[in-house]
């Protein structure tokens, strides 16, 4: 089946900013972060996703006739991610107390504050921002990132596993949500405020990979701890 009009207007608006093309993400793919990068990154990604994982489940409880997210509870998914910090020589007290402990960027603190203004929105222009210009990218980014998790920085199968479940778990709900907004944005000015914020999205993601990027990459001796 052909795609409409406005949902080529939505992935056209996502490809224009991917994530999957930023430094931060061409630095992984080729190999020149390290273990303890990896880690800062998980620091960062930890509290930029669980919040955010909390809004998901608000956002489809106020969506009258629409059946919630499945695939697996942000509880699994926060302990695959502390599995993998572990992996990378932090401890899981020391990624969960990240944000008390001052030791978020600015710029996932923008993406938070950010995720978090969405939610608030009329449904459909919450999953527009958050499901598709936000999660919808996730399994683009992980089918790229993952592989080098194992050929180059030495990673075994079984301590990947957040990755390899997120690439398909995401592309369902990102699928999940393309419909949806697809289904309820139906007037002109629904359909044009969600092309917006779903570029607001690819924005603002590109931005808290600028952060990482900014600190870790462009400082040779943090680069080099």
């Excluded at 590109?206 to 943090?222: C, T």
Aim: net charge neutral; hydrophobic share 40%; charged share 25%.
């Amino acid at each position: 089946m052909a795609k409409s009009a406005f949902r080529l207007q939505l992935e056209d608006a996502i490809k224009q900013r991917h994530s999957a093309v930023h430094p931060w993400s061409e630095a992984w793919y080729s190999g020149k972060l390290n273990k303890h990068l990896l880690g800062e990154w998980v620091k960062q990604h930890y509290h930029f996703v669980m919040p955010t994982s909390r809004m998901f489940a608000a956002t489809y409880g106020n969506c009258e006739g629409i059946v919630g997210q499945a695939g697996f509870a942000a509880v699994r998914h926060s302990e695959l991610l502390l599995d993998f910090a572990e992996h990378c020589g932090k401890t899981r007290q020391e990624i969960i107390d990240a944000q008390v402990n001052g030791e978020l960027l600015p710029e996932t603190l923008g993406l938070q504050s950010w995720c978090w203004r969405q939610s608030r929105r009329p449904f459909v222009e919450a999953i527009a921002a958050i499901n598709v210009g936000l999660e919808s990218q996730v399994p683009v980014v992980y089918a790229k990132t993952t592989p080098p998790l194992i050929e180059k920085y030495g990673f075994t199968e079984e301590e990947v596993t957040f990755f390899r479940l997120h690439i398909v778990a995401d592309q369902e709900h990102g699928e999940r949500a393309f419909n949806i907004v697809e289904k309820y944005a139906v007037t002109a000015e629904q359909k044009a405020t969600c092309v917006r914020l779903v570029k607001e999205a690819t924005m603002m993601r590109r931005l808290y990979l600028d952060g990482l990027y900014n600190k870790y990459l462009l400082n040779p001796a943090l680069k080099a701890a």
